[in-house]
């Protein structure tokens, strides 16, 4: 069974930064992507960031590429997601998502290709 727990959020000031953590469990030694999304009250989900395991492959949405960063540990079961320079328009419930992808496949950027979930971090800014 694949788990997934996000930790991390937190009541930030805007120019802050946080390290969101997604520690995972139960996924097949294959070829799988590991996602963030982030959800605001009353929009959709949207994707942040992704990593391919296989060779660190990651892709950022252009509107928080120069300010997010995905990464791994060592072990591999954790990924980090670092926030930084936290505007008003980023907070929200910040989930992590994993499955299985094709081999050479980029990481997916939508969230109808993950299925396997967190409960998400709540992530508020305020001054």
């Known amino acids: 069974q694949v788990q997934l727990v996000e930790s991390g959020g937190g009541l930030v000031q805007p120019g802050d930064s946080l390290r969101l953590s997604c520690v995972f469990s139960?996924?097949?030694?294959?070829?799988?992507?590991v996602g963030w999304f982030r959800q605001a009250p009353g929009k959709e989900r949207e994707g942040v960031s992704c990593i391919r395991n296989t060779d660190g492959y990651t892709y950022s949405a252009d509107s928080v590429k120069d300010r997010f960063s995905i990464s791994t540990a060592v072990a591999k079961s954790t990924i980090y997601l670092q926030v930084n320079n936290l505007k008003p328009e980023d907070p929200g419930v910040y989930y992590c998502?994993?499955?299985?992808?094709?081999?050479?496949?980029?990481?997916?950027?939508?969230?109808?290709?993950?299925?396997?979930w967190g409960q998400g971090t709540q992530v508020t800014v305020s001054s």
């Open positions: 998502a994993a499955d299985l992808i094709h081999e050479g496949s980029p990481c997916p950027f939508s969230s109808r290709a993950y299925d396997h």
């Open positions: 139960g996924l097949p030694v294959q070829y799988y992507a």
